[in-house]
């Protein structure tokens, strides 16, 4: 009797350890695959709170009774609770880049301004080109090459001048995020175009030396971008709205008969709508999100230009340039938990160095400028740029 009172006892602890034993098994293959997303995009599992994710009261390595020595702990490595996989920087580069290129198109209106031959356009059509490679100073490292162009007409009124213009441009760019344990680094690449529309005013104030300029502009820059995170490829395509404005004043002034100079104070505004990219590994969906871009820059200058001929002038060039805010913060989000993680920036210094030639036929009905820009600082690089405009 004792024998078959102990036979069922023993059939149901055996199907109970056989239980818990099979949803071992299923709740290790859960788990991996919300390891792989945490691990990825969101880590909201510290070594705190391993429980919610091994089982409930889990804190540590089973210690046998009579052990002397820990064993070592056999589950993975995470990043801290308010950290993501450093790799997800390569995102964040990603939406930053765009920088390049609105900083770019930015400089292309004024610049072929202030080292025109007068400084104000007469009536007509004019078009300019710049090509550059920049290398932006941010955590990891960015790599920028941006072709931006700039078609416009003007009307001079009373020897200040208005006009429209729309400007258009491409760039490409290489990512690299900091190299960091246990995921170590990311490689991407991409590509932005743009399209916008502005309209602008170069301004003569009664002192016959100073002049006003400004400008309001508006357009669309499209983003693609490539990136391997944890061996996973994967591709990011976003259309955002962009838009900027500007203010600056300039003075000219007659050193001597053949040398002329152009001192200028630019202030840039620049912003480009909020960002977000989708995610998923099983049944979890991340949200990885990049705040707007807003960036505040001033640049002071001195353009200095030699009557080499009737028709040709050299010129030089040097600019300041401090960048006061331009930066992305971002947050990722999972079905249980927002981080609000730390973003990147390009505030700091820039110095700027250029030199060309104009060119202006005697009929001053046609001006051809050809010049090159150096960097060092927060932007380093080189960039070449051209410009043309008709008189009607």
């Not at 990512?175 to 301004?203: C, L, M, Q, S, W």
């Not at 669309?220 to 404005?245: I, K, M």
């Not at 200028?264 to 620049?270: A, G, H, K, R, S």
């Amino acid at each position: 009797m004792e024998k078959e009172k102990l036979t069922p006892l023993v059939l149901t602890l055996g199907l109970i350890i056989y239980g818990c034993t099979a949803s071992a098994g299923q709740n290790d293959k859960i788990d991996s695959d919300r390891t792989f997303t945490v691990h990825l995009y969101s880590p909201i599992i510290g070594d705190e709170d391993r429980g919610s994710i091994y089982g409930s009261g889990y804190s540590g390595p089973y210690l046998a009774p009579g052990d002397t020595e820990v064993p070592p702990d056999p589950t993975p490595s995470y990043p801290s609770i308010n950290q993501v996989d450093d790799q997800t920087n390569a995102l964040m580069l990603s939406s930053i880049a765009s920088a390049a290129g609105m900083y770019a198109a930015d400089e292309l209106l004024i610049d072929s301004t202030m080292k025109s031959r007068q400084g104000v356009r007469q009536t007509g059509p004019f078009a300019a080109a710049r090509i550059g490679k920049y290398d932006l100073d941010v955590a990891g490292e960015l790599d920028t090459t941006v072709i931006t162009g700039l078609l416009g007409y003007a009307f001079n009124v009373q020897n200040s001048e208005v006009g429209v213009f729309m400007e258009m441009g491409h760039g490409t760019y290489d990512t690299r995020t900091v190299t960091t344990e246990p995921v170590g680094e990311a490689e991407g690449d991409g590509k932005h175009n743009y399209v916008g529309f502005g309209i602008y005013g170069n301004y003569a104030t009664p002192i016959d030396w100073l002049h006003v300029t400004g400008y309001v502009k508006g357009g669309w820059l499209r983003n693609e971008f490539s990136v391997s995170l944890d061996g996973v490829s994967a591709n990011f395509d976003r259309t955002s709205n962009y838009w900027g404005a500007h203010l600056g004043t300039y003075g000219e002034f007659q050193v001597t008969e053949k040398f002329k100079n152009r001192t200028f104070l630019n202030y840039f505004y620049d912003g480009r709508e909020s960002e977000a990219h989708t995610s998923s590994s099983g049944s979890i969906e991340i949200v990885e999100s990049f705040g707007t871009f807003n960036s505040h820059r001033a640049l002071l200058g001195s353009v200095f230009e030699y009557a080499y001929t009737p028709t040709l002038r050299p010129y030089v060039a040097l600019t300041y340039e401090y960048v006061f805010k331009a930066d992305v913060k971002r947050h990722v989000t999972d079905h249980s938990v927002n981080l609000i993680l730390s973003g990147t920036d390009l505030e700091g210094s820039t110095g700027i160095g250029s030199m060309g030639w104009t060119y202006q036929n005697e009929a001053k009905s046609f001006e051809f400028d050809l010049g090159v820009n150096g960097y060092t600082g927060k932007r380093r690089g080189i960039s070449a740029q051209l410009q043309a405009a008709w008189k009607f």
